[in-house]
């Protein structure tokens, strides 16, 4: 019987040798078997006596085929990795030397060899060669240890094509097809077979099955979340493999495999974009977004340098995320057919610097401003109030009287669904940044403002989808701050699309919300992440689970869900799915009374104040009393006779600046 393991160790052992000795132990087998093979031939096609006579011809075969083999790169070749590509060349390299063998023949011997003889070994050649090389390629998938056993989810031509890629890695085995077409089921794929999706459950122990790769590149949104459903209760680690778009346009390949995309377990259908409406405030203009580097800021000048800007101005205050992003634009820009002369400025700097925001605009022509420069981490601005009220108001304040003063054309704010009836400073702040944009527009500008609602964006930073698969991959526990929290979300793109596309159809103080959907627990979409990545949740139903879940109760300020509109007044655009909310606002004198108190509180770093005239310009905004309780309990007024201090415990130094003092 056949030690399978010393057979394995003795491909591994064979797999470290130098690539020069590999590459001689290949040369010297033709040089013995393809002798043998032409002897083979003649013996078969004439006789075996003639055979034996006819040692001269047998040096031929060496001759004629090794430096054509050489020539070709056929002993360069990885054969683990070796394809199709491979294959067709060794037909070549095959028929070549066959083709020197009868010139040979026709030229110094004179018509010596039937060509029936060179026929048969042309034919037992080819055999030999691929079917080596390819035994050989077969010898080291199955000697690698590592390879996890997966099952390929369709068998079209991207399933076809990610099986064969992955026979040439380490990473993955593919070892069964599945597909949902019953013309396919029972046919084999490069020796594997093809069989009914419902036949999987059975497959997973005979096979040994661990995962799932998604070939499905094609299939609608609402396809793929039907087989995600299907795959969910098996327990297997579930991956995909990136769009067809993003294959044929060679952005990636087609074995780049990735976690499943979270959009697929949403329950809605993205947004279609309306191209003519993307187009509308970037084509042929000079473009300016702040908070470049951010996620949101860095998405939307991904999508704008494509809409054929004249120029686009990235400004941001963290240094190596301008660096990051430029670069990624430049690498776009190359990677074009046809490269189109858009200029990037990469400039450093804060929003928050209303003559650096003007120079900015009047230099470089500025006709859209995209402000996206925010503080968006709820609990991180709630123990930084006057920063995230510099940074969140009065940092869109400054820009977009810059904007005014420029004469730029459209300005458009980045909001969030957390500015509707906020419980939270950044969500008071963003609000209040909004009253702004409303409040200028009222005074009369020639430039347009309007801003942007939407929910979560899946993957951005400390979203909850990051966080997740990292605990998940830690072995848990998953936190999750309530079992009945729920939220809007999108994607990244589809985001910034949503901006991009508002900007066109501004008309001044608008608005924008996306038609959304219904929200998604927080609860269910860590259960589902779970199941998806091989892994089970472990509670009191299934106490031998993989993964526990731990509710950690509410953060200062979070709410158990969040909404897109104050009130119930929203009308149609060009677009079915975006709606221009129709709200109140703030006449200009007296939201500048509002914003100088504001100010001055923020100069002292007077939090609770500050708090205090938040809620008298923000009408809707309700703080938080856990965060009230945390924030101020330990704090207290200090009397002076020229005036008052305010001072703070060491405990409260991240919440309140310590002390400082007004005459």
């Known amino acids: 019987m056949i030690d399978t393991l010393r057979v394995r160790r003795l491909i591994q052992t064979a797999t470290g040798l130098p690539r020069t000795l590999k590459r001689a132990i290949m040369v010297l087998a033709d040089v013995v078997v393809l002798p043998l093979i032409l002897f083979a ?66 030229w110094f011997w004179r018509g010596a060899v039937p060509h029936g003889v060179l026929l048969t070994y042309w034919a037992l050649a080819l055999n030999y060669v691929a079917g080596s090389r390819y035994l050989v390629r077969v010898a080291l998938q199955s000697a690698d240890p590592d390879g996890q056993r997966v099952v390929v989810y369709g068998a079209g031509d991207a399933g076809a094509r990610l099986a064969m890629a992955l026979l040439g890695g380490k990473g993955f085995r593919p070892v069964a097809f599945v597909d949902d077409d019953p013309a396919l089921w029972g046919s084999a794929i490069g020796g594997i077979e093809v069989h009914d999706p419902a036949k999987l459950r059975r497959l997973i122990p005979a096979q040994r099955i661990t995962g799932v790769l998604l070939a499905i590149p094609s299939e609608s949104r609402r396809r793929r979340r039907e087989i995600l459903a299907q795959l969910e209760p098996l327990g297997l680690h579930v991956r995909t493999i990136p769009d067809l778009s993003d294959i044929v346009a060679g952005r990636v390949r087609v074995d780049d495999v990735h976690e499943v995309d979270m959009c697929d377990l949403l329950g809605r259908e993205a947004v279609a974009p309306n191209q003519a409406l993307l187009r509308g405030s970037i084509d042929g203009k000079s473009v300016l977004v702040t908070g470049a580097g951010g996620s949101i800021g860095s998405e939307l000048c991904r999508q704008i340098v494509r809409l054929k800007p004249t120029r686009l101005v990235l400004f941001e205050q963290s240094e190596i995320a301008l660096y990051a992003i430029e670069k990624n634009l430049q690498l776009i820009l190359a990677s074009e057919p046809r490269p189109r002369p858009v200029q990037i400025v990469a400039l450093l700097g804060s929003a928050t610097n209303s003559y650096r925001m003007r120079e900015i605009m009047q230099v470089y022509g500025v006709h859209t401003v995209y402000h996206a420069a ?102 848990g526990p998953i936190t999750v701050t309530h079992p009945d929290i729920i939220r809007y979300f999108m994607t990244i793109e589809e985001a910034a699309q949503v901006v991009i596309q508002a900007a066109a159809m501004a008309t001044g103080g608008d608005v924008f919300v996306l038609d959304m959907g219904k929200p998604v627990r927080i609860d269910d979409l860590a259960r589902r992440l779970v199941h998806l990545m091989g892994s089970s949740v472990r509670d009191e139903q299934n106490p031998d689970g993989d993964i526990e879940i731990l509710y950690t109760g509410l953060r200062p300020a979070e709410k158990l869900y969040e909404e897109l509109l104050i009130g119930a007044n929203a009308a149609r655009t060009e677009h079915p799915m975006i709606l221009r909310a129709v709200e109140h606002s703030l006449p200009w004198d007296q939201l500048l009374r509002l914003l100088d108190k504001l100010r001055d509180a923020v100069r002292r770093y007077d939090c609770k104040l500050a708090r205090e005239i938040l809620a008298e310009a923000v009408v809707e905004y309700v703080p938080s009393p856990a965060i009230e309780d945390m924030v101020w309990k330990h704090t207290r007024v200090v009397p002076k006779a020229n005036g008052w201090r305010h001072a703070s415990r060491p405990a409260l130094d991240r919440h309140v600046k310590p002390p400082l003092t007004r005459a």
Not at 395 to 420: M, P
Not at 468 to 473: G, L, P, T
Request: with cysteine; net charge positive.
């Open 41 to 106: 031939s003649l013996a078969l096609t004439v006789d075996a006596t003639a055979a034996a006579d006819s040692g001269w011809l047998y040096a031929g075969a060496g001759i004629t085929t090794v430096p054509v083999f050489a020539k070709l790169g056929l002993y360069r070749a990885v054969l683990r990795y070796i394809g199709a590509k491979a294959m067709a060349t060794i037909v070549v390299g095959v028929t070549a030397s066959v083709a020197l063998l009868l010139a040979f023949d026709v």
């Open 374 to 475: 925010a503080y968006k981490h709820v609990p991180i601005v709630e123990q930084n109030v006057t920063d995230g009220i510099h940074n969140n108001t009065f940092a869109t304040l400054h820009t977009a009287l810059a904007a005014h003063e420029a004469g730029v054309e459209i300005f458009v704010l980045v909001s969030t669904d957390k500015a509707v009836n906020p419980t939270n400073v950044m969500g008071a702040t963003k609000r209040l940044a909004e009253l702004v944009l409303q409040a200028l527009q009222r005074r009369g500008s020639g430039t347009r403002f309007c801003m942007v609602r939407f929910g979560n964006v899946l993957d951005s930073s400390g979203s909850v989808v990051p966080l997740f698969r990292e605990q998940i991959a830690r072995g």
